[in-house]
């Protein structure tokens, strides 16, 4: 089994700035490429950002280049997203979804094998 745990969302004002963490049970969650979205209130979930196994590759959607940064460190079997200047409509419940083999398109939530329990980010004006 994989279980992926979020944590360090919280109440910001706008233009602050948080970090969440994605921490992964197993060994094999370094081989996992891994997904970050976000569902606003009444809202369909959308993709924020990807990171790839390795980290060497990385992809975000638009709304969200030059202010979150993902990385990872595989040797603690966890994922971060960085979020900066963040704005009231960063607001939003956000996910961490791992997919084990197979081709990886980072935006497809249905790609995805395995997700976390999520944690809320309010960005207040």
């Known amino acids: 089994q994989v279980q992926l745990v979020e944590s360090g969302g919280r109440l910001v004002q706008a233009g602050g700035s948080l970090r969440l963490s994605c921490a992964a049970s197993?060994?094999?969650?370094?081989?996992?490429?891994v997904g970050w979205f976000r569902q606003p209130p009444g809202k369909e979930r959308d993709f924020v950002a990807g990171?790839?196994?390795?980290?060497?590759?990385?992809t975000y959607a638009d709304s969200v280049k030059g202010r979150f940064t993902i990385s990872r460190d595989n040797a603690k079997n966890t994922v971060y997203l960085e979020m900066g200047s963040l704005k009231p409509e960063d607001t939003a419940v956000y996910y961490c979804?791992?997919?084990?083999?197979?081709?990886?398109?980072?935006?497809?939530?249905?790609?995805?094998?395995?997700w976390g329990q999520g944690t809320q980010v309010t960005v207040s004006s």
């Open positions: 197993g060994r094999t969650f370094s081989t996992y490429n």
């Open positions: 979804a791992a997919k084990t083999g197979g081709t990886w398109y980072p935006a497809n939530y249905m790609h995805y094998d395995y």
């Open positions: 990171i790839n196994w390795t980290g060497g590759i990385s």
